[in-house]
């Protein structure tokens, strides 16, 4: 098998072909290293790569299987991970001149786990610098593009691992999702992007945005993919004071139950607040056309009310930059990341401070920083801050009375296809807006995932979200493998088969 069709196969594939020694670790990490240096000057999903270390873990991991060790289900298969999850003594740059140089001392949690799993790591890709973002236009080095259409963005903040793996450049990716991204990028390039419940998965060693909405999860080209490394990944970790003390659902069971279509009696939600004005309609088309998908599959459908989603949008962009400016406080020159001088008057502490700051924040992260510390000052805490905590309690209540009627909910991951880069630039709260399906869940804490559900009518693709109660996550695997089945049986295949072919360059 040529390395351009290897590239092409799932992970579940590549795994297949790794136990049955038809392919070694070490030739499939090659190809995709070949694969990254052909076409990521186009895509720029990548910050760096660590090709001799790569090959390196792809040597140990044929060795290991040569001398019968167990190894897990994964073994030797490649993954990328987002650049604000640290890997020990590679750069970690968030995304931001201010860590430009930061090499860490320790592995995130989930790293550990991917090495424990003998998984090579292919590099780290790109973001919005510390995550803030819904387009990865806000890096610091350059926006990453869309596999689909090197004109448009791939979605926020994590696009680089979501056009990583559409471009064939990586076949998994680790990223982070605080209000959407990761399912958003999922779903404006045709891959499979999953958020675990809060705590369902270590967010120790992340470099954190807003640590009450931050969750990692798994990005790939198929629900079984992502199920498979959620489940290296996830777990309680002692390490991570959110960390959920119980098991890994059974996500990998339950995605292949949905893919066999194995669904039961199951009941589906449709939210009304997400749907309307503001959406597009082709992707409201394709939506219309999973639901009929699903009632092929015997699924019933009503439609359920949640009040409290309006105000969703207008609470996250409170809680998410006052934990943002509380977070960010650490990178004052004095402990962490970049130190610049300033150019005139005295060398102080607060002077050093608050040139490093001007120097290093791009200009996304200076707003919500500002933003985040006026909600959280004297006078406004109450009114701002505190405010949207209470609508955050409302929305989690909308959820819960959701789940005495439906098992899942579905809807739209998006409101529109991948629009164009610089499209939005001087519309910001347009920009924002793309993530107003996907961040109730975050404040809510449960579980959601975006597949492919077809293409719209600019050609481009369009993402479908399940979202379950907290720690349902396998249930949420089962409906969205379901339909995927069933939709790749109408597209004849893997839904990245209709993307267009990137040119080597």
């Known amino acids: 098998m040529s390395g351009g069709e290897l590239i092409r196969l799932s992970a579940v594939e590549m795994a297949a072909a790794l136990a049955a020694g038809e392919v070694s670790s070490f030739e499939l990490t090659q190809a995709h290293l070949d694969r990254i240096n052909a076409v990521d000057s186009q895509v720029r999903a990548f910050l760096r790569t660590f090709p001799d270390q790569a090959l390196d873990q792809a040597r140990a991991a044929d060795q290991a299987r040569a001398a019968g060790q167990p190894l897990g289900p994964l073994a030797g298969v ?55 973002g819904s387009s990865t236009e806000f890096s610091a080095f350059g ?28 076949p998994l990716a680790i990223g982070s999702d605080t209000g959407g991204s990761i399912r958003g990028p999922s779903a404006l390039t045709g891959t499979v992007g999953a958020k675990p419940t809060y705590g369902g998965v270590s967010r120790y060693g992340a470099v954190a945005l807003a640590s009450s909405l931050d969750q990692i999860g798994p990005v790939g080209r198929g629900v079984l993919d992502a199920a498979m490394l959620h489940q290296i990944i996830g777990g309680h970790d002692p390490l991570d004071q959110t960390s959920l003390n119980e098991p890994v659902p059974p996500v990998v069971e339950y995605a292949k139950r949905g893919l066999a279509g194995d669904l039961g009696n199951l009941r589906v939600g449709v939210v009304r607040q997400l749907s309307g004005e503001g959406y597009q309609q082709g992707v409201m088309d394709r939506f219309t056309e999973a639901l009929d998908a699903l009632r ?39 402990r962490l990341g970049l130190r610049v001088e300033p150019s005139q008057g005295p060398v102080t502490v607060e002077s050093v401070m608050s040139a490093t700051r001007a120097a290093g924040f791009g200009p996304e992260v200076k707003r919500r920083v500002i933003l985040g510390t006026y909600a959280l000052s004297t006078g406004h805490y109450e009114e701002h801050y505190g405010s949207a905590q209470k609508v955050r309690t409302l929305i989690q209540r909308d959820y819960a009375k959701a789940w005495d009627k439906v098992d899942v909910l579905l ?38 995932i975006s597949l492919p559900g077809g293409l719209a009518e600019d050609g481009l693709p369009v993402g479908i979200q399940v979202t379950a109660p907290v720690s349902a996550d396998a249930l949420m695997y089962q409906v969205a493998g379901a339909l995927q089945a069933t939709l790749e049986t109408k597209w004849g295949g893997p839904f990245l088969d209709q993307a267009p072919e990137l040119e080597a360059s």
């Open 78 to 132: 490649p993954i990328a991970v987002k650049d604000l999850v640290v890997v020990k003594d590679q750069i970690t740059t968030c995304g931001s001149r201010m860590l430009e140089n930061w090499r860490p001392g320790f592995d995130a949690t989930v790293v550990t786990k991917v090495r424990q799993a003998h998984m090579p790591i292919l590099g780290k890709t790109n973001l919005d610098e510390f995550a803030m």
């Open 143 to 170: 926006p990453t593009h869309n596999p689909w259409d090197l004109d448009r963005i791939p979605g926020g903040s994590g696009g680089g691992s979501a056009a990583a793996v559409a471009a064939y450049e990586a």
């Open 296 to 334: 092929g599959l015997g699924v019933s459908i009503e439609e359920i009310d949640c009040p409290s989603f309006d105000y969703a949008f207008a609470a996250y962009y409170l809680i998410m930059p006052a934990e943002a400016s509380s977070n960010l406080a650490k990178f004052d020159a004095m």
């Open 411 to 448: 809807g739209p991951t998006t409101p529109t296809t991948a629009y164009k880069l610089g499209e939005k630039m001087d519309d910001l709260l347009a920009m924002y807006l793309s993530d107003i399906a996907t961040l109730p869940s975050n404040l809510a804490g449960v579980p959601g």
